[in-house]
């Protein structure tokens, strides 16, 4: 399983990368976490321009047998979503870094980033 | 209290005596002596000393003889619930103990046949109101409504419901009993010549409106002009869900609903193949359009392959309810009518495409010669001039309750009095004419009304 060295993760099992010089940052759930949840069928999505609250539920992923809520790391304002996901929701699970990822949005306070856990504590955290 | 009465519940006195040990009491009056003295029952209740079942019975069938039932009198009584002929298939196999008595049987492992004849269900449901989704059932059509209100909120994210008058008054209770405990405000657009007022529907609009509510074939029976709402509901700058009520059997010759963009559909399904039975249980057909499937009460069945690649049926998008979501579930319904909602299942297939045209043909037919003979009568008039499906309202020169007890004296329900419902409605009766009614039962009723009218014009003529 891997978890890349250059983000940030949450108890959430979500993986946020943030680019400073922008204020900007992506974000999406870890390879452990769609592993647990098996085969992602959906994924509903905030409207672009949504404020919300560190911790707030921003949408929802669907799963064969589950639903998950998608949750904020830090406060912000949905940019874009990976409106790709649509057809292809399966994405999340073939590459949870990269192609699968759920949303980008402007980070309203940096601050917030020193609660999130490096890689090697989040990996601690699921083993 | 002596325990000699409970024949049927295990409590003998030394039974009594150590439960109460178990909990730490004396006796039964210690037991009860948290409840205040004057709120309690001095000795025994007022009730008749116990019987015989041989007397029972007999008790139990003077009163049930009192009972009037649309079987064994001419029923012309409607407003939702109506006498349509049954089909013996129906009953024959609602009654087989494999759907009887299985209890939520929707295991696919075992359940194969009641979840595929909930998925036939739900595909004629499609084709008889041309949506793209239809669940499972919900309780009966007034759940089915308000919870097309819940639905509407919930898509829109906005909190504010419109409803016609002339959606059943019955139904407009029950939608605002579900809105109230969700903070939804519903308000009603009035009626004007017994339809919707579209100009007042317009005013009503804005940018808070989640959804409008509108009944077709109204309460009334009137044909409402779909057209007209569809418009503005979903005019330039105006985004609320269109929600239909509607009559089923009325869609075997009305345009459905779909055609006039309506993003919900709901009904009562009574009228397919379930009997009146003073109420219930009947059924809520609920269906929808693809793209809100996710926000959808209530249970669907899908068709799938089994592991071997064959054909089989499973409940499908569970996973937004309350058995796996908890407080976050879409809707809090994890059950249908699943035995009514076979029995419409059987009886859409057994009358068939043709067959609902012929019913419902029928029903036109025999409300409208109905209509024209009993608005021959002196002092009589129709109180609309509006198209209308199998039912219709009649303007009377008295109080519609003095015409109906009349008529059940020539044992005959003529049909509902508007009065009860809608404020300046008291001369106004609700007439509904099914297939099942011949023309001998149409021309004796209208002979019986004209008696009946004449009678009353002379009496309180002197």
């Known amino acids: 399983m891997e978890f890349p060295d250059d983000l940030l993760y949450t108890e959430e099992h979500e993986w946020i990368r943030y680019d400073e010089s922008s204020d900007e940052a992506t974000l999406g759930i870890t390879d452990f976490a769609q592993s647990e949840l098996g085969d992602i069928v959906f994924i509903e999505f905030p409207e672009s321009g949504d404020a919300f609250s560190a911790g707030d539920a921003v949408g929802t992923i669907e799963a064969v047998k589950t639903v998950a809520d998608i949750f904020a790391p830090v406060s912000g304002e949905v940019l874009e979503v990976n409106s790709h996901l649509d057809d292809a929701p399966e994405a999340v699970n073939d590459d949870p870094y990269g192609e699968g990822w759920l949303l980008r949005i402007k980070v309203n306070d940096a601050d917030e980033m020193e609660r999130l856990m490096s890689a090697e504590k989040y990996k601690e955290m699921v083993e | ?462």
């Not at chain 2, 609309?384 to 008295?398: G, S």
């Open chain 2, 1 to 462: 209290m002596s325990s000699s009465n409970l024949n049927y519940i295990g409590n003998t006195p030394e039974e009594q005596q150590e439960m109460l040990r178990a909990i730490g009491v004396e006796s039964l009056d210690e037991l009860l002596s948290v409840i205040p003295e004057q709120l309690r029952i001095e000795g025994l209740l007022d009730i008749p000393e116990s019987i015989s079942e041989i007397e029972m019975r007999a008790l139990a069938a003077t009163l049930t003889d009192r009972n009037r039932s649309a079987g064994d009198t001419l029923s012309f009584l409607g407003g939702g619930a109506y006498d349509h002929y049954i089909p013996t298939i129906v009953e024959f196999l609602m009654y087989r103990s494999e759907f009887y008595t299985a209890y939520t049987p929707y295991q696919p492992e075992v359940s194969q046949g009641t979840l595929q004849a909930m998925y036939e269900y739900q595909s004629m449901i499609c084709e008889l109101t041309g949506m793209d989704i239809a669940n499972a059932s919900l309780y009966d059509g007034g759940s089915a409504l308000g919870e097309s209100a819940l639905m509407a909120a919930r898509i829109k994210d906005k909190e504010r419901i419109l409803i016609s008058e002339t959606v059943s008054p019955h139904h407009r209770e029950i939608v605002r009993t579900y809105c109230s405990g969700q903070d939804l405000k519903v308000q009603t657009i009035p009626l004007r010549e017994g339809v919707t007022d579209t100009m007042a529907l317009e005013e009503m609009l804005s940018d808070d409106v989640a959804g409008v509510l509108i009944q077709s074939p109204n309460y009334f029976g009137i044909i409402e002009p779909l057209a007209e709402y569809q418009n503005r509901v979903s005019s330039a700058g105006q985004d609320s869900i269109f929600v239909v009520a509607t009559h089923p059997v009325s869609l075997g010759i009305l345009q459905p609903p779909s055609e006039f963009d309506a993003d919900i559909v709901v009904a009562e399904g009574q009228m397919l193949g379930n009997r009146q039975s003073f109420g219930g249980p009947y059924l809520g057909v609920f269906a929808l359009k693809e793209e809100f499937v996710r926000k959808m009460p209530g249970r669907l069945v899908g068709a799938s392959v089994d592991s071997k690649g064959e054909r089989g049926f499973v409940l499908v998008l569970k996973t937004r309810e309350q058995d796996i979501r908890r407080e976050r579930a879409t809707s809090n319904i994890c059950t249908n009518q699943g035995l009514n909602a076979l029995a419409a299942a059987v009886y859409m297939s057994s009358v068939g495409k043709e067959g609902i045209r012929d019913v419902a043909n029928l029903c036109v037919q025999k409300a409208h010669y109905l209509a024209e003979r009993l608005s021959d009568i002196e002092g009589v008039s129709l109180a609309f001039n509006r198209p209308f499906f199998n039912e219709f309202v009649l303007d009377l020169p008295v109080p519609a309750d003095r015409v109906i007890d009349s008529m059940l004296e020539e044992d005959i329900f003529i049909g509902i009095d508007l009065g009860k419902k809608y404020q300046g409605y008291e001369k106004k009766l609700l007439v509904a004419v099914t297939e099942k009614r011949t023309r001998e039962e149409l021309d004796r009723c209208s002979e019986a009304f004209g008696e009946v009218m004449s009678n009353m014009l002379t009496s309180s003529a002197v």
